[in-house]
């Protein structure tokens, strides 16, 4: 990181960081109990005095999946997904958490909080739910995919915040725009994007839009109808994907109401060896640039 920064150009405002999954935390449960692993101290320590001088975000990968994946019961399922449930309360702070997204965002604010750094802001790299898995993996569903990632969105447009950071914002990226169908390991590995490799669509949480609407994603998916979404055909690519204005190229998308749509020009798709992914991939990359260049992204 060090090295990155040293070779930004003068007068930049990129910021520098690095990617954490929630292992780095000894304790999480309940959120106000939150803090690293001491054991983590000579390597963490560095990171998180370097984000601080630098302005950077620390960046973790919050899956409720997995929290539900070790306790299967139909609480914990509405809890994690932004159903109505009874709410878990935090005996310490005093607040009450009603979904697991912001417990597990809260339980990082406090570890941040409590080795001194309450001025490094946070951002969710990465968070999804698979919509597939193999016979033993519990809630890889099409439809809890996609009432996590719907209510995500409808849950980040509202600006609620945290119970501990109420009306604060989060950069958040879902976790993934296609499938990485090379993946090795179990099957909800290959199985967290909102498309196939093809583009064709796994389920619709309202990002993609047609010709001259805007998406929409509004109200609790799961709990009460969604309204009609336009679908893409099967095979055809879809009219367009929502990107934010700092948005990387990736395999992730930034899911905040400050997003806008771009609609990818001349791409077909079909499905196709490993070299025709690969060209796709270019024409996407390639759009991306075109639009931060024109300053349309």
């Given at each position: ?10 007068g ?5 960081s ?16 939150g ?21 950077g ?98 849950h ?17 990226y ?65 009219t ?25 020009a ?32």
């Amino acid at each position: 990181m060090q090295n990155l920064l040293a070779a930004l150009p003068a007068g930049s405002t990129t910021k520098i960081s690095t990617v954490h999954s929630m292992a780095v935390l000894a304790s999480s449960d309940p959120p106000s109990s939150g803090a690293f692993h001491a054991d983590l101290a000579g390597s963490l320590d560095p990171v998180l005095e370097f984000l601080h001088q630098n302005g950077g975000p620390f960046m973790i990968n919050p899956y409720p999946y997995f929290a539900y994946a070790s306790d299967t019961r139909d609480e914990t399922l509405a809890f994690c997904l932004f159903q109505p449930n009874p709410g878990r309360a935090d005996a310490v702070s005093g607040l009450t958490y009603m979904n697991m997204f912001d417990a597990q965002l809260d339980a990082i604010r406090v570890a941040l909080d409590s080795k001194g750094y309450p001025d490094v802001d946070i951002v969710i790299a990465e968070t999804g739910w698979p919509y597939k898995g193999d016979a033993g993996e519990a809630g890889a569903t099409p439809d809890n995919a996609r009432a996590y990632n719907g209510n995500l969105v409808a849950h980040l447009k509202s600006q609620a915040g945290t119970p501990r950071t109420p009306g604060k914002s989060v950069d958040t990226y879902i976790f993934a725009l296609y499938d990485e169908d090379l993946k090795p390991g179990p099957t909800s590995e290959r199985s967290f994007g909102l498309y196939q490799a093809d583009l064709t669509p796994n389920y619709d949480i309202g990002l993609a839009k047609a010709r001259g609407t805007a998406p929409t994603t509004s109200g609790q998916i799961g709990v009460t109808p969604a309204p009609a979404q336009v679908q893409p055909g099967r095979g055809v690519t879809p009219t367009g994907f929502c990107v934010t204005t700092g948005g990387a190229p990736g395999s992730t998308q930034q899911a905040q109401q400050s997003s806008s749509c771009y609609e990818p020009a001349g791409a077909t798709s079909r499905r196709g060896h490993t070299g025709m992914r690969q060209f796709v991939w270019f024409g996407i990359l390639l759009g991306l640039a075109m639009l931060v260049q024109s300053g349309r992204l």
